[in-house]
């Protein structure tokens, strides 16, 4: 063995016409000469394509020890700078998180071009991008400029000049750099500032579904990364709204990350406009945290807890959340000493209180003349204008969630938008308010249409979102639930103190860990007799059967009113006697954030922005604006609620009481609205009206018939359309309806569409009811379309249902965390386990059935058994459909053959299914696909027929040739976002610790059947009563508050989770003979070839296969029928034809790589050699 050291290599690449330095240094260890070859990059290593070479942190696992407690550097293999840049799309279909197909994300063609290179350690670079050289410095000339730069750092520098933006998504770069050593060169580079001194283990960026990608400073890295920051995943950001709303996903997470970004977006803007304020690193960081850990104390539905809740049980509670917020920051502090060290680097306890009273500031700031406030002084009082804006409202919480309930929710403001911000942003300033004595952030006149338009878009989102009347009935009840099992529910604390629901903020410890899925889970899962009645209202929930408006009261008396006085007048002056439980008022207050007298525009501060000096502080101005509410703030209206079991005429009393009671008190202000018609509520007669879509359809169908169907004698007791992010407002049909309202299709709102991915992705938190709903709507649309292009087909109202409820209920039978549960974990505890998702669906939807005897009655009208048959086929179809000549499925015949191509194609994969995932997915992760998006969508659904199948021997849907780059674009999406996405490298990592976690629980969870029988959590499928009862929420609670001891290594495994612990990826073995080795044998050769002795536990590997659905031996594109599009008669079925479509795959349906993963807690050594030996094993069998 000869040993080598470290060479220095440089060369020009020219990547697309562009000239970059690229630079490689070795490290200086001895190296096997076997292993290792010490090569300079040649011409022919640069990619075809252009890209950008940019210095970026090595994908080599760092020491996970904090900074200040890292000794003598050791040298590692490291990564050459990489850009970061994704391949393109790749293909295919089939449902993701099948473990068998899982592949990874961040796939870099420069890396694939170096595989068989080593890992050299990155450059010294200069600020300018040029090589520094390594000087050797006497150690007396290096004393004194290290003392010179010591001086320096005391100093500090402005923020102008050491944060430049390039564009207005960039923020200022917080992360601080590593700290020298003396080996590097220090002489080229300019005095760092005192944060760029600081050491850093991790740096991210996080895409954000709003605001793209946010980068993630190492000081708010440190606060993300503890459970007490990761709580706010699991508490919803709009709370109840999402029953409106399917959509309303988001939790507080999301939107936390979003308000620090723009904290650091305002503090920019400033700062290079008026370099007078001298905004420095510590004012940056503090409003930053501030901004980022504002709303971590909200409590189980936000505000349904912090303030309906609470209120509730104890009007003078004295609970803010931000007060929680500010206690549980002190935690974090308290908790994680060695973030608290590193804090202490750069902050003082004044900087500390600043970030507190940044979360909650208090009017007023001055008091007898004298400044109050401790953390920062008058001269930079407009910092506390930024995170929660007392005097204004306006603020940078306020744009985020404006702009992010709004997109979730599908809520298109035309006054507040991404333009409308950046226009506030861009005309921003300080200003000074000679009325209060300090200054304040001020606005242009020239936007003052824009500031208006913030405080009408927050009084039409409290209308239409925060306040709808459905989520207010929702929310009343889930209070009651609430109230009545907080007489017997019980959280302990460390001291062995009894906490009820409504004292746990007495608590921080016990308060962090009560979620929205905690409280629900306690009370369902519970065996306690007395917390029936909540369980009871729980499933009035799930069933939607809420409480419904029978009257809306207005008129601007309502302000001198309470609910109480409403509700006694109606109960007592109505013709027929009422329960007091079955009637409540909700008095709703719209209004721009001042309350309903007051104009907020009267506090906001403007500035002509013609002024000739524009870095200094002027004087603010205010601008009288006139507005058109009721009230000057805004305005008042009541709901006159009823309970779901009210009969007619109880209803009819009620709203003739509340009418008069209008008239009495309210003096005809407005017009009671009756909800219920001629207050016909029961009336069938007045409810025979058919859901749009289906008499669509019916006039397509029907229209040479004389006769209408049986669907147009039913009668609709509820018709409702449900607004969908993706395809807007989605009509559900009267049978569609049936099957939603119920408790195991709504279990499917706990059930998160993409697993584990929101890991990565923190906007992915939608859930697999919005994902059902979306392939509903597309089924009813492809059905449609064919119907009206080929009336030949003779598709009828029975299709409709039966296909359309195939696509609804095709995947309510995933389990937690759908493909984690239905793949990894069961695979892990039995390959032969035979469980299949699809199965589970056929399984709830019998059981829908049969626990709601009148649905079936229903669905009985009209279908028969081989309807039925035919549903079940739909949602799991196999082949082959012929045998020995025979069809042998029984829902329909050879000569409806097509419609099994419409929910899952198990011919080609492309199904509807497919597209509204695909759609969803990169749409909530932010990801931009320009292969496949609605306008692609809507093309191929618009060049779809029905074609003849002459080697099958049966119909199947086909294509126009003209669109059959839009077919190979569904592969390639399927592709890309596996490589993305599903299988993002992280993803995998976090699903293996998950998995890890749900088997040693599952030595002794229990779940019990209604006959007595226990089943563990990996055989709670063979009763599908169980299973429809366990979701992603009901796992994790009973794991995390399970008082058994047993339960503590899975505990532990959980907290690892939330601090973000997981492993960490080693290497990246490339090659196609991949394909003939298992991740055991891979782990096993390393295993024994490291030399250096490595514990079992803290190797493995997973191996990706990113295909189309077809396999990575298959190109999909071959199964795929066309049809020519230009035929004289369309109408008829043609034979279909294939075509044959290159691509440019590593193997013809896709590709393999597998990543080699070592735990978070494996050190510096065990890496290396786990490096080294996962090399010497790509070079030994993949090469």
């Known amino acids: 063995m000869t040993n080598t050291t470290g060479e220095e290599h440089s060369k020009r690449v020219s990547f697309g016409g562009e000239e970059q330095v690229k630079m490689i240094i070795y490290d200086e260890i001895p190296i096997e000469e076997s292993v290792y070859t010490k090569t300079a990059f040649t011409s022919s290593d ?248 504002h709303d971590i104390g909200h409590g189980p539905y936000s505000h349904t807890y912090d303030g309906l809740f609470l209120n509730a049980v104890n009007k003078n509670n004295g609970f803010r959340h931000e007060v929680a917020s500010i206690e549980i920051l002190k935690m974090i502090f308290k908790e994680y000493p060695f973030i608290k060290e590193e804090f202490d680097k750069v902050l003082s306890e004044s900087d500390y209180t600043f970030i507190y009273e940044c979360i909650n500031p208090t009017l007023p700031f001055i008091v007898n003349g004298e400044w109050i406030l401790k953390g920062r002084g008058r001269e930079k009082s407009f910092l506390y204008d930024i995170v929660s804006n007392v005097h204004t409202g306006i603020d940078v919480d306020k744009f985020d969630y404006f702009l992010r309930d709004s997109f979730f929710c599908n809520i298109r403001s035309s006054q507040f938008n991404v333009d409308v911000l950046q226009r506030i942003i861009d005309y921003s300033r300080v200003v000074y308010d000679s009325k209060l004595g300090y200054s304040r952030i001020g606005y242009a006149l020239k936007i003052k249409n824009c500031i208006n338009a913030v405080f009408e878009t927050r009084k039409y989102l409290f209308e239409t979102l925060y306040c709808h009347k459905t989520c207010l009935s929702y929310e009343h009840l889930l209070i009651k639930a609430w109230i009545e099992a907080d007489k017997y529910l019980e959280f302990k604390t460390k001291s062995g103190e009894t906490l009820k629901l409504s004292t746990i903020y007495k608590d921080w410890e016990v308060y962090s860990s009560v979620t929205d899925n905690v409280v629900t889970t306690l009370i369902e899962f519970s065996s306690d007799e007395r917390l029936q009645k909540s369980r009871d209202i729980y499933k009035k929930l799930q069933e939607r059967r809420i409480p419904k408006v029978v009257y809306t009261l207005k008129g601007y008396k309502l ?102 009671f209008e008239e009495l008190f309210l003096q005809f202000d407005f017009t009671g609205q009756n909800i219920f018609g001629d207050l016909g509520l029961l009336d069938n007669s007045k409810c025979r009206h058919l859901n749009r879509t289906f008499l669509i359809f019916s006039i397509i169908i029907l229209r040479n018939t004389k006769e209408y169907s049986i669907m147009h004698q039913l009668n609709f007791y509820e018709e409702r359309s449900i607004d969908d992010s993706i395809h807007g407002f989605i009509p559900i049909s009267y049978y569609a309806n049936l099957i939603i309202d119920t408790k195991y299709f709504d279990r499917v709102r706990n059930i998160q569409q993409t697993g584990v991915v929101k890991m990565v992705y923190p906007c992915a938190e939608h859930s697999r009811k919005s994902h059902l709903l979306g392939t509903y709507f597309l089924a009813i649309y492809v059905l449609k379309k064919l119907a009206e292009v080929q009336p030949c087909l003779k598709i009828d109202e029975k299709d409709i249902i039966c296909v359309s409820i195939a696509a609804l209920c095709h995947d309510i039978g995933h389990g937690p965390y759908s493909h984690t549960y239905d793949g990894a974990f069961l695979n892990a505890i039995n390959k032969n386990n035979g469980f299949k998702h699809e199965v589970a669906s056929i399984e709830i939807l019998k059981m829908i059935f049969k626990e709601y005897p009148f649905i079936k009655k229903e669905f009985d009208k009209l279908l028969n058994d081989e309807d039925y048959t035919f549903i079940y086929e739909c949602i799991n179809p196999t082949l082959p459909f012929i045998v020995n000549g025979e069809w042998i499925l029984k829902g329909r015949g050879k000569e409806k053959s097509f419609l099994y191509d419409i929910v899952s194609n198990v011919h080609t994969g492309i199904d509807v299914d497919k597209f509204d995932y695909f759609l969803r997915d990169s749409f909530f992760c932010n990801i931009r696909s320009s292969q496949f998006n609605v306008d692609v969508l809507q093309r191929i659904i618009d060049y779809s027929r029905v074609v003849y199948d002459s080697k099958l021997g049966y119909f199947r849907i086909g294509y126009a040739l003209k669109i059959k780059n839009c077919i190979n674009a569904v592969f390639e999406t399927r592709k890309y976002l596996y490589e993305t996405l599903y299988c993002h490298k992280t993803c995998l990592s976090y699903e293996h610790l998950l998995t890890k976690a749900w088997i040693e629980a599952d030595k002794y969870l229990e779940f019990k059947t209604k006959s007595g029988e226990t089943l563990k959590l990996s055989t709670i499928y063979k009763d599908w009563e169980v299973y429809s009862s366990v979701t992603d929420n009901v796992v994790t609670t009973l794991i995390q508050f399970s008082p058994d001891e047993r339960l503590q290594k899975s505990r532990d495994i959980y907290k690892k989770l939330q601090e973000r612990r997981i492993p960490k990826v080693v290497y990246t073995l490339k090659g196609f003979k991949l394909i003939n080795m298992d991740e055991e044998f891979i782990r096993e050769w390393i295993l024994r070839d490291c030399s250096k002795f490595i514990d079992g536990d803290k190797l493995f590997v997973k191996i990706r296969k990113i295909h189309s659905g077809k396999g990575i031996f298959k190109n999909p594109m071959d199964d795929v029928l066309f049809f020519n599009h230009k035929s004289n008669n369309r109408s008829v079925i043609e034979e279909g034809i294939t075509c044959k479509v290159e691509n440019n795959n590593e193997l013809p349906g896709g590709k393999i790589d597998a990543f080699v993963y070592t735990e978070y807690s494996a050190d510096s050594l065990e890496r290396k050699a786990i490096h080294t030996s996962a090399f010497r094993f790509e070079k030994l069998f993949l090469q």
């Not at 400029?145 to 923020?159: A, D, T, V, Y």
């Not at 999301?254 to 503090?267: M, N, P």
């Not at 109960?571 to 719209?590: A, M, P, Q, T």
Request: with cysteine; aromatic share 8%; proline share 8%.
């Open 46 to 293: 640069a990619p075809p394509s252009k890209v950008t070479v940019t210095t970026q942190e090595s994908e080599f696992p760092r020491p996970i020890s904090p900074p200040t407690l890292i000794e003598e550097p050791t040298f590692i293999p490291h990564s050459p700078p990489l850009p970061s840049l994704a391949k393109k799309m790749a293909s295919e279909t089939e449902n993701p998180f099948r473990p068998q197909d899982q592949l990874y994300h961040e796939v870099d063609p420069i890396v694939e071009q170096y595989k068989t290179k080593p890992y050299p350690k990155s450059p010294t670079v200069s600020p300018t991008s040029t090589p520094s050289k390594k000087l050797k410095i006497p150690e007396e000339e290096e004393a004194l400029l290290k003392e010179s730069k010591k001086e320096e750092l005391l100093q500090g520098n402005s923020i102008a000049d050491h944060h430049q933006m390039a564009n207005t998504t960039t923020t200022i770069s917080l992360t601080p750099k590593k700290e020298m050593t003396e080996e590097e060169d220090i002489v080229d580079l300019p005095p760092p500032s005192k944060m760029s001194q600081l050491s850093l283990y991790e740096e991210r960026s996080i895409d954000d579904s709003i605001h793209g990608f946010i980068p993630i400073s190492y000081y708010a890295n440190l606060i993300i990364d503890t459970r007490y920051f990761d709580r706010v995943k699991n508490i919803q950001q709009t709370g109840v709204a999402k029953v409106v709303y399917p959509c309303a996903e988001h939790s507080r997470k999301s939107h936390s990350l979003g308000t620090y970004f723009l904290s650091l977006r305002v503090l920019k803007k400033l700062a290079e406009g008026q370099g007078c304020l001298k905004i420095d690193e510590k004012d940056i960081i503090c409003v930053s945290i501030a901004a980022l850990c």
């Open 559 to 660: 302000k001198d009113m309470d609910e109480e006085f409403i509700e006694k007048w109606i109960i007592e002056n109505c013709s027929k006697y009422i329960d007091g439980d079955k009637l409540f008022v909700k008095i709703r207050k719209i209004h721009g954030g001042k309350g309903i007298f007051k104009n907020p525009m009267d506090d906001v501060l403007f500035f002509n922005h013609k002024s000739n000096n524009r870095s200094l502080i002027e004087e603010g101005i205010t601008s009288n604006e006139e507005n058109n509410n009721e009230l000057p703030g805004g305005k008042i209206d009541a709901f006159v609620y009823t309970e779901y079991g009210a009969d007619s005429p109880e209803r009819k009393a009620i709203y003739a009481s509340a009418s008069q």
